[in-house]
């Protein structure tokens, strides 16, 4: 089974949240510009661990699909944000957001979010691949 088949699973079983424990990653560690805060109704929301996972399976698959040319990874847009990004409407969630979120990833940050989504996944046995 691929990884772009498992990640499809888990959004069409809604298995985010439980198969990521993402509530003490910060967003903000993988590009400076990244909110770890939703705009509902002017008031500022704290993101959900389901709405982390949700961005950081959709990332992973960005990666993974940038990853057949590796020069892609590298790559940053002419306004010097990353390429690697993916935005958050809260539509899929029902949730009534004031603005769109979008997330991403620098180019040097990439092993980091990778080894915290390992770390993520809750097994020992992964937690400890992160650390190679």
Known sequence: MSLGAVIRLIFCYKLEGVVLDLRAYRLRAYYHENKDTLLIKGKKCLLYNYI??????????????????????????????????????????????????????????????????IKSVGNKDFADLSSL
């Not at 949700?54 to 699909?65: D, P, V």
């Not at 990353?82 to 899929?92: N, Q, V």
């Not at 004031?98 to 620098?106: C, K, T």
């Open 52 to 117: 982390k996972a949700h961005i950081a399976l959709n990332l992973l698959w960005t990666i993974r699909n940038r990853a057949y040319h590796w020069e892609n990874l590298l790559k940053i847009q002419p306004n010097k944000r990353p390429r690697i990004t993916t935005p958050f409407s809260g539509k899929t969630k029902n949730i009534p957001m004031d603005r769109i979120l979008v997330i991403g990833v620098e180019p040097n940050k990439i092993t980091l979010f990778l080894d915290d989504l």
